[in-house]
């Protein structure tokens, strides 16, 4: 007879995170973390799916700018650029970037809101680094 194996420590291993989508830091986070989220949708995950076709269309609704949306793509997109390195991309000043994207957050909390979206729990993976608020500032 085989021994089966089980992982009792699988829990303690994950990572629970709120996000408090009314409020422009809570999107600051969600936005940080969104490409944690979405490995879990490739794992079947599709509460992760559905967060982040929510955050897309708060984005598509929130009304930005070009330079918001700009400066979003580059801190918190593919790129994921520090706010310096936004702003000589962009060629502007870091605190330009700052501003920016306080702006885009609180448009994408205000649809948020107007959704009556309150707070939300993810369970993920616990990625190999977790960071606080802001680390891309």
Not at 27 to 55: E, K, P, Q, S, W
Not at 62 to 83: F, I, N, S
Not at 125 to 137: C, F, K, L, S, V
Request: charge should be negative.
């Amino acid at each position: 007879m085989g021994a089966v194996k089980i992982d009792i420590e699988k829990d303690e291993r994950n990572l629970s995170v709120k996000y408090a989508l009314n409020d422009k830091r809570g999107v600051r986070l969600l936005l940080r973390d969104r490409y944690h989220i979405a490995n879990r949708r490739f794992l079947g995950d599709l509460a992760a799916a559905d967060i982040l076709i929510d955050l897309n269309s708060a984005i598509e609704s929130a009304g930005l700018t070009e330079r918001q949306a700009e400066a979003l793509g580059y801190v918190y997109g593919y790129w994921q650029l520090t706010q310096e390195e936004a702003a000589q991309t962009m060629g502007i000043r870091q605190n330009t970037v700052s501003e920016l994207l306080d702006i885009a957050c609180e448009r994408i909390a205000g649809v948020f809101e107007r959704w009556n979206y309150g707070e939300i729990n993810v369970v993920a993976a616990q990625p190999n680094e977790t960071t606080a608020e802001g680390e891309n500032d």
